[in-house]
């Protein structure tokens, strides 16, 4: 009995999972609320996008919500065996199916903290296109901007603190047995620690899309689809420091051309 309530709650998970996750890619597909053709026919010297006039209360918010929803698109699908694992977890650890604490309050725990990381971005962002370093598609216009970025992404593939959190990400079940905590507060606590983690691992590589376009369709799923990678893939393939040392090269070379 038990066994069927928890392959059916993985279901519900799974299916909900997937539901946000094709959301989020339709949003940013559909170009994340911004008439995405009258940017791209702005002249690269007549920026209308970029400019910092166009930052309105309005404009901010509409780029919070662009960037969060953005990150709930690329890692979401990364996070979907540690979400999936909680389901599995929290429904044997429940006395009674009414005592179980919804997978959501999780999940929220973690989304919540690409929401801080969402808020940083669009500061950046905002920070950029005062300064004119930004295109019409929120892509770096300076070889040294472009070249700072690609190198420290590169560097801190290589730093303890990117592999401590990468292992995290990867352990899902060491994660629960070190970190679990019972009731609604914990769930949401343990959803904030690992998207913590989740952070700590992927927040220079989310800063490369200052490098590749923000509004890159191509670039974002190009990274969305290396972090899944990089999350999945044994440790011994080495996927990160073969990532970081094709950044650092890429960043030195850039900053050469400049």
């Not at 928890?6 to 279901?11: F, G, S």
Request: glycine share 8%; with cysteine.
């Amino acid at each position: 009995m038990l066994e069927t309530v928890i392959r059916r709650d993985r279901l519900v998970v799974l299916g909900s999972l997937i539901l946000v996750i094709i959301l989020a890619w339709a949003y940013i597909l559909a170009g994340a609320g911004m008439d995405m053709d009258r940017a791209m026919a702005v002249p690269d010297s007549m920026i209308i996008m970029a400019s910092s006039v166009g930052w309105t209360p309005s404009y901010a918010a509409l780029m919070f919500v662009m960037w969060w929803v953005m990150m709930m698109a690329m890692m979401l699908p990364s996070a979907a065996p540690m979400i999936l694992l909680f389901a599995t977890v929290n429904r044997s650890a429940a006395k009674t199916p009414s005592h179980g604490v919804p997978t959501f309050i999780f999940a929220a725990g973690y989304v919540m903290v690409w929401g801080f990381f969402s808020l940083i971005a669009a500061s950046i962002q905002w920070a950029l296109t005062s300064f004119f370093l930004l295109d019409n598609m929120m892509q770096s216009t300076s070889y040294l901007l472009s070249g700072a970025i690609l190198i420290s992404a590169g560097a801190y593939q290589f730093l303890p603190v990117k592999d401590a959190c990468l292992r995290h990400c990867q352990t899902p079940m060491q994660f629960v047995m070190r970190h679990w905590s019972p009731g609604h507060m914990g769930a949401l606590k343990m959803g904030v620690l690992h998207g913590t983690y989740c952070l700590g691992c992927c927040w220079f590589l989310m800063a490369l899309l200052f490098f590749g376009g923000v509004m890159n369709l191509i670039w974002i799923s190009g990274l969305a689809l290396y972090v899944l990678i990089e999350k999945l893939a044994p440790p011994e393939f080495y996927t990160g420091k073969i990532a970081g040392g094709v950044l650092f090269i890429w960043g030195v070379a850039t900053v050469w051309a400049a």
